[in-house]
Every structure is written in C-alpha cells, then in structure tokens.
C-alpha cells in the first residue's frame, strides 16, 4: 500500500549522531508510482518536540501537536515500517510540498 502523505510507524534504529532515532512516526513522501515499484520509500520522520525550524510542519496527531521533521527526510527499506495511524490533511500535504519545495529546489 504505502500510500504518500501517509502515517505509519517506522523503526528508525540504527542510526548515527543526531539522526532521528526509535520507533516512532513518520510521513510516507515519495509517490505512489515510486512506492508501487520500489522496495524503499523516502519518509520524514515525526516528532513531539521540535524546536520552530522553518523546516518542520506543525500536524495534529491523535489529539496532540507533533512536528514533520523535513531536515531529516530518508530513505528506508519497506521492512521498517509497522501499522499505519492516518493519512495526513491535503492542508498539511500542501504545506509539506511547498517546504520541500523551497528548501531542496532552487
């Protein structure tokens, strides 16, 4: 499945210095076409304590704010990711397209 814009939990260990680490959510970015093909999709974790970086985006999840952490988008094997939790809004799907967009296009 592994839809784009999607919530799922991944396993995020092993990592490296100040990478994101643990279990823990994140957004499925690449596109369908890519995800249907692949054995990897590229995610941008989620976390609950974020700092007001211009490339992080405020969601609500399950009740509670979090912050799409886009500074740290990775690629990641299928096997990684568990249960979906949700699909992101198309609001915070727009604001994730257009930070991207800024940040990694010139």
């Known amino acids: 499945m592994n839809t784009q814009y999607e919530v799922v939990i991944v396993n995020l260990d092993p990592t490296i210095g100040s990478e994101i680490k643990k ?20 995610i941008a974790p989620i976390t609950s304590k974020s700092k007001p970086y211009p490339t992080r985006i405020k969601i609500n999840l399950e009740n509670k704010d979090n912050w799409v952490v886009l500074d740290q988008i990775r690629t990641i094997d299928k096997q990684r990711i568990g249960k979906t939790i ?15 967009k800024e940040t990694f296009v010139d």
Do not use: H, M, Q
């Open 86 to 100: 949700t699909i992101l809004t198309t609001a915070e799907a727009v604001k994730i397209k257009e930070i991207i």
């Open 23 to 42: 279990t823990r959510p994140c957004v499925i970015i690449s596109p369908k076409e890519l995800n249907d093909n692949l054995k990897t999709v590229v």
